[in-house]
């Protein structure tokens, strides 16, 4: 009997609509240990809607919050649009729509997508970014980060889109390309307003120990901080004499020990100091060359295996520890970014640099050579081969003839040696000491010479915060020629976005708001005369980095949430969403969090508890010979189940890729809705495999699904009889129920615990199994099997609950339970194994003891076969599992 899905889908679908089914409020009965808060990560809502993709981690979510109710939580789900965006302005820009049209409409898209789902979603707290009640109280965030110092306004090279005609983060360039629309990124100098998330660099990476993340995750968030320890040193600027001047330039090095080493010096082609340290010979030659940087991304200047590049500025520096002038270079695999956007160069133990002094015939000195090395010294003994340095070192001419006799030791070897620890050659007094003992010597003495000091370094760089573009949140300031830059007053916010003809960027540094007149110019809130107000605006992130606090209290107009909602449920208990967000929206909305709680306003230190990335669902792709793929539409399957190219009739390999539109494998779940109802669609995507892993879509699998729940509705036409299934039973039949309904609520209720969801509908499909054999179903088998499905397939459930003669929704029913002793094995399975080797298997009683375990394994066949002849050496017995016997 087929499962009607089309009717009963949109009837419950409308029920839950109409009662508000899971409308949540912070009710006081449930103590905090019985309240959870589960989150998806939020969706932009693009023109194209959903795809098959999209409802994994929602499907997820759902069936572990309905879960949850049934185990008597009290659950926040909410759901909400992430609206603000490129694609819409982008799409305005084409057409002449407002962005707010286009994007309303496709909330309302994907809004009918996703109830089409039977999501258990509050949508009374939905929110939208980009509505002003949502966007009044992110501009009241960014005044209070600016209040506290944090975010600051500054002329700086950045990472531009020519294309979207705005800046972009670091997090936002992939592969040296614009994340949104793919074209280069190349480099350009102009007024941003930055955020200082560097002073949260520590706190994030500390407290990432308490969270219940995916190791992965919290590993590159600690890399993409990259918190380094070490020295910032001063290099005095040679003057005309070669004496060293007054002016000064400051590096970072994590070796300070190396020094000795550094033969020359570069400079990022955009440090300030670029152009004073530039000789009127060398000013053509470096000005083309930092016109030729600009037009590189980071990841092209940074590249390793990139051919090294630069140009000498004339002019040369002091280094503080021997006085040897060394050349001063630029080049583009410095960063303005990176430490200080200068480095000392130590070509002996750093890559980069060797390949550097190799090419424009630069001098490279060893300074640190190896355990191993110094050992060689003195016949393999390491401390004395150190001390017999130390000696050497005391007197010029003993330390000359050392290194002679050692070549290997001290001279520059064939290739660079990477700078491990090891210890101090050619280092003056700092020669045959180990590398721990002088990294902090020469810290203290440069910090004692008032030469250097011990630092902390961060590859972490402040927030590139704003946008050259009109679709986002206005930002809050104003610029008056009197008293500088001025908040705009919080009773008067939100700052709300202008009416604009042209939503064209300038691609000039200021966003189309600057065209505006009468919005632009203002009165100063301060002083009342003439002002400006700030023309960039927020980046999508911005309204990201905080919504899940606005879901607490969505129509509060008086706080962005009271303490009390805020108290009540936070920290997120369950945040599901994809791993592409580790280090953008994740690491700016804890930093946010930080400063929330820094002045008061939450209760704590990080936002979500526990994290789960859902794997990537792909589809199949086909593969020419040379690697390149072919759209699904211009492939044909020939008779023998290969696969070729229709227009070339070359053969393919089918191939698992991500669904792309181009590719035309994109699988729309409002197609599989139709055809097979949304109970089926997310059963599938729950069947497929593990949450965490990527898997490819196969509509053969969700084929399956959905015959599976045609057996499920069948077997629910059957007669419900009252009977007592806790007592003796007569029926060998419904003994053997009694027993698989134990083990199916164990097994359900754990792995959908330990959203563990395939390997809970497997169990479910032995349930139904066994149920198919009876005439009648014990309705307490019945509707506690009714309400684990319901978790999963909540249509069927419901339909299948009420036909059971209930007339109330069994979302807040209790979670069905079961006897330990019912769910009990009558026998174990015990292998038999010979040296590691599988030889047989036989039945024994659970808890048989060992001597009994190892007497059956010896009179197994298998076990007589393979010790013919042999010798038992031991034998390892695993009660209920195994007894592996060792011979020879």
Same mark, same amino acid.
């Given at each position: 009997?087929?499962?009607p899905f089309g009717e009963?889908?949109s009837?419950?679908?409308?029920?839950?609509?109409d009662?508000k089914?899971f409308?949540v409020?912070e009710d006081?009965?449930?103590?905090?240990?019985?309240?959870?808060?589960?989150?998806?990560?939020?969706p932009y809502?693009s023109g194209?809607g959903l795809?098959?993709g999209?409802?994994?981690?929602?499907?997820?979510?759902?069936?572990?919050c309905r879960?949850?109710?049934?185990k008597?939580?009290?659950?926040?789900?909410?759901?909400?649009?992430d609206?603000?965006?490129?694609?819409?302005?982008?799409?305005a820009?084409?057409?002449?729509t407002?962005p707010?049209?286009t994007?309303?409409?496709?909330?309302?898209?994907f809004t009918q997508?996703?109830?089409?789902?039977g999501?258990?979603?509050d949508?009374d707290r &939905?929110?939208?970014t980009c509505?002003?009640?949502?966007y009044?109280w992110?501009?009241w965030?960014?005044?209070?980060l600016?209040?506290?110092?944090?975010?600051?306004?500054a002329?700086?090279?950045i990472n531009?889109c020519?294309e979207?005609?705005t800046?972009?983060?670091?997090?936002e360039?992939k592969?040296?390309?614009?994340?949104?629309?793919?074209?280069?990124?190349t480099?350009?100098?102009?007024?941003?307003?930055?955020?200082k998330i560097t002073a949260?660099?520590?706190?994030l990476?500390?407290?990432l120990d308490?969270?219940?993340?995916p190791?992965s995750?919290?590993?590159?968030?600690?890399?993409?901080?990259?918190?380094?320890?070490?020295?910032e040193v001063d290099?005095a600027i040679?003057?005309?004499d070669?004496k060293?001047?007054?002016e000064k330039?400051?590096?970072y090095?994590?070796?300070p020990?190396t020094?000795?080493?550094?033969t020359?010096?570069?400079l990022a082609?955009?440090?300030?100091?670029?152009?004073?340290?530039?000789?009127p010979e060398q000013k053509?030659?470096?000005?083309a060359y930092i016109e030729?940087?600009?037009?590189k991304?980071d990841?092209? #200047?940074t590249d390793?295996?990139?051919d090294?590049t630069?140009?000498?500025?004339?002019s040369y520096g002091i280094?503080?520890?021997n006085g040897?002038k060394?050349p001063?270079?630029i080049s583009d695999?410095?960063?303005?970014g990176?430490?200080?956007?200068?480095?000392?160069?130590? =070509?002996?133990h750093?890559?980069r640099d060797? &390949?550097?002094?190799?090419?424009f015939?630069?001098k490279?000195i060893k300074?640190?050579a190896?355990k191993e090395?110094?050992?060689?010294?003195?016949?393999g003994d390491?401390?004395?081969?150190a001390?017999?340095?130390?000696?050497a070192?005391?007197n010029?001419?003993?330390?000359?003839?050392l290194?002679?006799?050692h =070549?290997?030791v001290f001279?520059v070897?064939?290739?660079?040696?990477p700078a491990?620890d090891?210890?101090?050659?050619n280092s003056a007094?700092f020669?045959?000491r180990a590398?721990k003992?002088?990294?902090?010597?020469?810290i203290?003495?440069?910090g004692?010479e008032g030469?250097g000091n011990?630092?902390?370094?961060y590859?972490?760089?402040?927030?590139?915060f704003?946008?050259?573009r009109?679709w986002g949140?206005?930002?809050?300031?104003v610029?008056?020629p009197?008293?500088?830059?001025?908040?705009?007053?919080e009773d008067q916010?939100?700052?709300?976005?202008?009416a604009?003809?042209s939503?064209?960027?300038?691609g000039?540094? &200021?966003?189309p708001?600057a065209?505006?007149?009468?919005?632009?110019?203002?009165?100063?809130?301060?002083?009342?005369?003439?002002a400006?107000?700030?023309?960039?605006t927020?980046?999508?992130?911005?309204?990201?980095?905080?919504?899940?606090?606005?879901?607490?209290?969505?129509h509060n107009?008086?706080e962005?949430?009271?303490k009390e909602a805020e108290?009540?449920?936070?920290?997120?208990?369950?945040?599901?969403?994809?791993?592409?967000?580790a280090v953008l929206?994740l690491l700016y909305?804890?930093?946010w969090?930080k400063?929330l709680y820094?002045?008061?306003?939450v209760?704590?230190?990080?936002?979500?508890?526990r994290?789960?990335?859902?794997?990537?669902?792909?589809?199949?792709?086909?593969? #020419?010979?040379n690697?390149?793929?072919v759209p699904?539409d211009q492939?044909e399957?020939?008779?023998d189940?290969?696969?070729?190219?229709?227009?070339?009739g070359?053969k393919l390999?089918?191939?698992?890729?991500?669904?792309s539109?181009?590719?035309k494998?994109?699988?729309?779940?409002?197609?599989m809705?139709q055809?097979?109802?949304?109970?089926?669609?997310?059963m599938?995507?729950?069947?497929?495999g593990p949450?965490?892993?990527s898997k490819p879509?196969?509509?053969?699998?969700l084929?399956?699904i959905?015959?599976f729940?045609d057996?499920?509705?069948?077997?629910?036409?059957?007669?419900?009889?009252d009977?007592d299934?806790?007592?003796?039973?007569?029926d060998?039949?419904l003994?053997?129920?009694?027993?698989t309904?134990?083990?199916t609520v164990r097994?359900v209720?754990d792995?959908t615990?330990s959203?563990?969801?395939?390997?809970?509908?497997?169990?479910?499909?032995?349930?139904?199994n066994?149920?198919s054999?009876?005439?009648?179903?014990?309705?307490?088998?019945?509707?506690?099997f009714?309400k684990?499905?319901?978790?999963?397939a909540p249509?069927?459930?419901?339909e299948?609950w009420?036909k059971?003669?209930?007339d109330?929704?069994l979302?807040?029913?209790s979670w069905p339970?079961?006897?330990?002793?019912f769910?009990?094995?009558d026998s174990?399975?015990i292998?038999?194994?010979i040296?590691?080797?599988?030889?047989?298997?036989?039945?024994?009683?659970?808890?048989?003891?060992?001597?009994?375990?190892?007497?059956?394994?010896l009179?197994t066949?298998g076990?007589?076969?393979?010790?013919?002849?042999?010798?038992?050496?031991k034998?390892?017995?695993?009660?209920?599992?195994?007894v592996?016997?060792?011979?020879k």
């Amino acid at each position: 009997m087929a499962y009607p899905f089309g009717e009963i889908e949109s009837k419950w679908q409308k029920y839950w609509d109409d009662n508000k089914t899971f409308k949540v409020t912070e009710d006081s009965r449930f103590p905090k240990d019985k309240r959870r808060y589960v989150l998806d990560m939020f969706p932009y809502p693009s023109g194209a809607g959903l795809h098959v993709g999209h409802p994994e981690g929602y499907t997820a979510t759902d069936i572990y919050c309905r879960y949850l109710r049934m185990k008597g939580y009290n659950v926040l789900h909410p759901m909400g649009y992430d609206a603000f965006g490129l694609p819409a302005e982008n799409y305005a820009i084409k057409t002449g729509t407002h962005p707010s049209a286009t994007t309303f409409k496709n909330i309302e898209h994907f809004t009918q997508q996703i109830k089409a789902l039977g999501f258990s979603y509050d949508w009374d707290r &939905e929110v939208r970014t980009c509505t002003p009640d949502y966007y009044k109280w992110t501009q009241w965030i960014f005044l209070q980060l600016y209040k506290k110092g944090l975010a600051y306004e500054a002329e700086t090279p950045i990472n531009w889109c020519p294309e979207c005609k705005t800046g972009l983060a670091n997090e936002e360039v992939k592969e040296g390309k614009c994340e949104r629309c793919g074209a280069s990124v190349t480099h350009k100098t102009i007024r941003q307003w930055i955020l200082k998330i560097t002073a949260y660099a520590d706190d994030l990476i500390k407290d990432l120990d308490g969270l219940d993340w995916p190791e992965s995750v919290k590993l590159m968030q600690r890399n993409w901080i990259g918190r380094s320890e070490g020295a910032e040193v001063d290099f005095a600027i040679a003057g005309a004499d070669g004496k060293a001047t007054n002016e000064k330039i400051r590096v970072y090095t994590t070796r300070p020990d190396t020094l000795y080493g550094a033969t020359y010096m570069v400079l990022a082609p955009e440090h300030k100091m670029v152009a004073s340290l530039t000789t009127p010979e060398q000013k053509a030659a470096v000005e083309a060359y930092i016109e030729q940087a600009a037009k590189k991304s980071d990841l092209e #200047r940074t590249d390793l295996a990139k051919d090294k590049t630069g140009v000498f500025t004339g002019s040369y520096g002091i280094d503080p520890v021997n006085g040897a002038k060394v050349p001063i270079w630029i080049s583009d695999y410095v960063l303005t970014g990176h430490g200080t956007g200068a480095i000392m160069a130590v =070509p002996a133990h750093d890559e980069r640099d060797w &390949e550097f002094a190799k090419k424009f015939g630069l001098k490279i000195i060893k300074v640190v050579a190896s355990k191993e090395e110094v050992a060689s010294l003195a016949d393999g003994d390491e401390a004395k081969g150190a001390a017999m340095i130390r000696e050497a070192a005391k007197n010029v001419s003993a330390y000359a003839k050392l290194a002679a006799a050692h =070549p290997d030791v001290f001279d520059v070897a064939s290739e660079c040696t990477p700078a491990k620890d090891g210890y101090s050659i050619n280092s003056a007094d700092f020669s045959g000491r180990a590398t721990k003992e002088v990294i902090p010597s020469i810290i203290e003495w440069l910090g004692k010479e008032g030469i250097g000091n011990k630092a902390v370094s961060y590859k972490l760089r402040d927030w590139v915060f704003s946008r050259q573009r009109y679709w986002g949140e206005p930002i809050p300031l104003v610029h008056c020629p009197k008293c500088g830059t001025v908040p705009v007053p919080e009773d008067q916010l939100p700052l709300e976005l202008p009416a604009v003809k042209s939503y064209q960027p300038t691609g000039t540094g &200021e966003s189309p708001l600057a065209g505006i007149d009468e919005w632009v110019n203002c009165t100063c809130p301060v002083c009342g005369g003439k002002a400006r107000r700030e023309t960039n605006t927020m980046p999508q992130w911005a309204g990201s980095c905080w919504y899940y606090l606005r879901y607490l209290d969505p129509h509060n107009d008086k706080e962005f949430c009271s303490k009390e909602a805020e108290s009540y449920w936070m920290p997120v208990d369950l945040y599901v969403g994809g791993a592409e967000h580790a280090v953008l929206h994740l690491l700016y909305s804890r930093f946010w969090h930080k400063v929330l709680y820094d002045i008061g306003v939450v209760s704590t230190k990080e936002p979500f508890h526990r994290l789960i990335n859902q794997g990537m669902i792909t589809s199949f792709a086909f593969q #020419r010979a040379n690697k390149s793929l072919v759209p699904v539409d211009q492939v044909e399957e020939a008779s023998d189940g290969s696969f070729k190219e229709k227009e070339t009739g070359e053969k393919l390999e089918r191939v698992i890729a991500k669904m792309s539109k181009s590719l035309k494998n994109v699988v729309n779940p409002d197609e599989m809705i139709q055809n097979y109802g949304a109970d089926s669609v997310r059963m599938y995507e729950m069947f497929m495999g593990p949450l965490t892993e990527s898997k490819p879509w196969n509509t053969q699998g969700l084929i399956g699904i959905s015959r599976f729940l045609d057996k499920v509705w069948a077997v629910g036409q059957k007669e419900l009889c009252d009977i007592d299934v806790t007592g003796k039973l007569d029926d060998d039949k419904l003994v053997s129920l009694r027993k698989t309904y134990a083990k199916t609520v164990r097994k359900v209720s754990d792995d959908t615990d330990s959203l563990s969801f395939n390997t809970a509908i497997s169990q479910m499909m032995i349930f139904i199994n066994e149920a198919s054999k009876l005439d009648k179903l014990p309705r307490a088998f019945w509707e506690g099997f009714v309400k684990m499905l319901a978790c999963y397939a909540p249509h069927m459930g419901e339909e299948l609950w009420q036909k059971a003669g209930h007339d109330k929704t069994l979302a807040y029913e209790s979670w069905p339970e079961f006897s330990e002793d019912f769910a009990k094995e009558d026998s174990k399975e015990i292998v038999v194994m010979i040296n590691g080797k599988l030889r047989d298997k036989f039945q024994a009683a659970p808890g048989t003891d060992k001597d009994t375990l190892q007497k059956t394994a010896l009179e197994t066949e298998g076990a007589k076969k393979f010790l013919d002849g042999k010798s038992i050496v031991k034998v390892v017995i695993v009660p209920d599992k195994l007894v592996n016997i060792v011979a020879k």
